[in-house]
């Protein structure tokens, strides 16, 4: 662990594996608030979804507490280019009234059917109910740091 009295403190984490599964995490102390909120950029008038006229379902779309912080979720699927493979997306953000370490900007997304490195497509291997518990056990799971 480092230790220090740092003014910002970010980092961004991306896990991948072969089904095309990919968890990704943003944290930034210093970062301020997406100007749009996530729930007005997914179901909004100009969200793309809409835009781009794609077919998909939402499951959840809320406010929601994370680590004792605000925030919004949006958990829903769409079509991707081969019949009858849906792609999942779940995306978590915070929203903050001052950024810091007790604060931080917060975004966390899980998607599937993600093309490989070498651009090999792949197809959701998880089941609707088991990839929201999984969110569920993650998002539940974060917690901020005790100051020092």
Excluded: C
């Amino acid at each position: 662990m480092v230790k220090g009295d740092y003014v910002v403190e970010k980092g961004q984490f991306q896990f991948k594996d072969e089904r095309g599964e990919q968890f990704e995490l943003r944290v930034d102390t210093y970062a301020s608030n997406e100007p749009v909120s996530l729930l007005e950029r997914m179901s909004g008038p100009q969200s793309l979804l809409r835009s781009f006229n794609v077919p998909y379902e939402v499951y959840r779309s809320k406010e929601r507490t994370i680590g004792g912080m605000r925030g919004q979720e949006w958990l829903g699927s769409m079509q991707v280019a081969e019949e009858g493979n849906e792609a999942f997306q779940f995306v978590l953000e915070t929203h903050r009234q001052k950024p810091g370490k007790s604060a931080p900007s917060f975004k966390l997304t899980f998607e599937t059917a993600q093309p490989l490195e070498d651009g090999t497509q792949t197809k959701t291997m998880i089941s609707q109910s088991d990839a929201i518990q999984r969110w569920d056990r993650i998002v539940n799971s974060v917690h901020i740091r005790a100051s020092e």
